[in-house]
């Protein structure tokens, strides 16, 4: 099946540092998505990305779909301690119509800030 | 308004015993997705319900699995006889229907998900 290679795995950061993480995968994507994960909860979206190339920010995170529609990364800036959690890309296709299908996720950043 | 909701959310059974998660979706959300998530591993999508119809089950691991929407509102997933391999955190997630056509991504909303242990 489809697969998303997520990287790093983990990173372990000080609290004010910048954070950059990537998705690549074989396939195209017409939508690519970052979520977060706090423990206990399931995913939220951070961003949503629907045009190759388009760059899209959410306050301090800004995330990029890649021209040739494989790869996607997402910058944090001046890291909190409440950006820790686990990072999740994700990949959409968009059939049209009045339903969307189903998500492809990456393997997931865990993110831990230092104070 | 609530958010999707799952129960149980934790369950530890034993091996060739049945478990049954059940999975409320936002209120008016007739797109209803099921995941899972292996330890460590990425989360894997199961089946999409469009109101109380599966549109896909390419995800479902076999026939142990068994997902109902009756109604079109609340759904299950039955496991049975579980294996070991079945462990690991199921989440459930709704979206509206793209009445517009538009072509833009639906936002999914998760739930909290239900950690499954199978001993």
């Known amino acids: 099946g489809q697969q998303l290679n997520q990287s790093p795995q983990s990173m372990f950061i000080q609290e004010g540092e910048d954070v950059s993480m990537n998705c690549t995968s074989s396939?195209?994507?017409?939508?690519w998505l970052w979520y977060k994960q706090d423990p206990g909860e399931g995913p939220v979206l951070l961003i949503a990305l629907y045009k190759a190339g388009e760059l899209t920010s959410n306050g301090r995170l800004t995330a990029q779909f890649g021209i040739t529609r494989k790869d996607s990364f997402l910058n944090i800036s001046a890291s909190i301690p409440s950006d820790v959690g686990i990072y999740f890309c994700a990949g959409q296709r968009n059939a049209g119509g009045t339903s969307y299908g189903k998500l492809t996720f990456g393997q997931g950043t865990i993110l831990t800030v230092h104070p | 308004e609530a958010g999707v909701t799952q129960f149980p959310s934790h369950s530890v059974i034993e091996k060739g015993q049945t478990v049954t998660l059940r999975c409320d979706p936002i209120s008016g959300h007739d797109n209803l997705y099921w995941y899972r998530r292996v330890m460590g591993k990425e989360i894997k999508f199961l089946l999409h319900?469009?109101?109380?119809?599966?549109?896909?089950e390419s995800g479902m691991p076999n026939n142990r699995f068994l997902a109902e929407r009756t109604g079109g509102t609340y759904s299950t997933l039955k496991v049975q006889p579980a294996e070991l391999e079945d462990s690991g955190v199921y989440f459930c997630?709704?979206?509206?229907?793209?009445?517009?056509?538009?072509?833009?991504?639906?936002?999914?909303?998760f739930g909290p998900g239900t950690r499954l242990t199978v001993l």
């Open positions: 396939s195209i994507f017409n939508t």
């Open positions: 997630a709704s979206s509206p229907l793209n009445l517009r056509g538009a072509v833009r991504a639906d936002t999914q909303y």
């Open positions: 319900f469009v109101k109380e119809s599966k549109q896909d």
